[in-house]
């Protein structure tokens, strides 16, 4: 008997008349992409390459790939919803704004794997990696550019590799998001000076009392600007999840350790505590308290 699944054919092999059956499955990818080829999951794999036979550096090598990953997925959103806002368009941007604050929620839960690590945990492979650090991921730095968080000196790391290194220095060179977000309310007649529509884009935005004013504004009468006061919202959706990566960020290298010093040269612990002080929309949380 061929049993529930199906029956025999003159062939002598089975058709499967139930329609859930496991049976229907494709099984013959000789012809075809299989789920294995088409996310490549050999070379994947690949990567994962620990220096030694730590336990735990299997755990860091992972966080650090996934986490890569959903840095390439928000550089992917950022810059296209960048490039519809400096078209002025401004409803498409906030779908994908919308999945930069997924992504950043997935990078921030990541510290809460890596914090199941201890410090005697870590300590059997940190000499392994020398001086290798999260410091220098192109696509975190990159994230930061895009977002107006810019420091030249933050492009040194990457003098050794061209390819990673005129990228970052366009971006640094270019208007951030926050930029273009500005430049929407001076097109729609809203103040905004020209010292800071042609402002060094190569430094992080300070408050302006002027651009302030024109965000009141809109905060003001929602109903008359609604895409700039939603666009307003989701951009500051974007910085509060940033700020909640840096501070769990924070908290993981204190726990694992101390106050050393970090593996790529700053101060480690130290060094995360002073950019948690780094504000990318200034107006945006003022305007909270001049409502």
Sequence with gaps: MAGRAGRQTRSGRQRVTDQNAPERAYTDFSQSLSYGDYLRLD???????????????????????????????????????????????????LKMLTRVVRAQEQLTNAWEVLKTMTPADY??????????????????????????????????????????HGPLEADLNAPSIYDLALKLLAERGLPVPDEILNRDLTQRPELNETVLESWLTVYRDPQTYWDLYEL???????????????????????RTIGFKAGSGGTSGA??????????????????RTRL
Excluded: C
């Design 43 to 93: 070379t994947l794999k690949a990567a994962h390459h620990p220096i030694t036979g730590a336990h735990d550096e299997h755990l860091f090598i992972t966080v650090h790939h996934v986490s890569e990953v959903w840095l390439e997925l928000i550089v992917r959103e950022l810059r296209a919803a960048m490039t519809l806002l400096e078209g002025g368009i401004t409803d498409a941007p």
């Design 123 to 164: 300590l059997q492979f940190r000499h392994a990696f020398g001086q290798a650090s999260g410091f220098q991921s192109a696509s975190y730095r990159t994230v930061e550019f895009l977002l107006g968080n810019r420091r030249a000196v933050l492009l040194r790391p990457h003098e050794h590799r061209p390819d990673l």
């Design 232 to 254: 307003a919202e989701k951009l500051l959706d974007v910085e509060d999840n940033f700020r909640r990566w840096r501070f769990n960020h924070l908290t993981t290298v204190e």
């Design 270 to 287: 130290g060094y995360l505590r002073g950019v948690l002080s780094v504000v990318l929309f200034p107006e945006l949380w003022e305007v």
